[in-house]
């Protein structure tokens, strides 16, 4: 086992992000399970990090809003990308030609899913 010092600096330096390739749907299917979805979440943790939920509260989320008419979907309103180029340029320190590289077409990533959600302190 590994044991954190999350009480010194090393909390303020580290940040854990845990993500899935593939969303799920927010109803059972026939045999009581969940379908792959179109969204999913993405969680991030650390000393650096600005708590809360993003993109999925009352605000920006009504309750049971989903994309089509069985109610199936969850909308999705923030791209993977944007959280991990957020995150290496705010906490990181990565630069333009890094972001660029990482995530290829970077700098012409538009519209509300690639919105900054502002989560670095």
């Known amino acids: 086992s590994v044991k954190l010092d999350t009480q010194g600096s090393l909390w303020n330096d580290l940040c854990i992000v845990v993500l899935s390739e593939f ?8 045999s009581l399970g969940t379908d792959h979805g179109r969204a999913g979440l993405v969680w991030v943790a650390g000393g650096s990090v600005a708590g809360g939920v993003y993109n999925c509260d009352s605000n920006t989320w009504p309750a049971n809003e989903t994309l089509f008419s069985d109610r199936k979907w969850v909308a999705h309103l923030t791209d993977y990308r944007s959280v991990l180029g957020e995150l290496f340029r ?10 660029e590289a990482t995530f290829p077409g970077w700098s012409t990533f538009s519209g509300p899913e690639f919105a900054p959600l502002q989560f670095i302190l």
Do not use: K
């Not at 969303?23 to 026939?30: D, I, L, M, T």
């Not at 705010?90 to 972001?99: R, W």
């Open 90 to 99: 705010d906490h990181m320190g990565s630069s333009p030609a890094v972001l």
């Open 23 to 30: 969303g799920r749907a927010s109803a059972e299917n026939a």
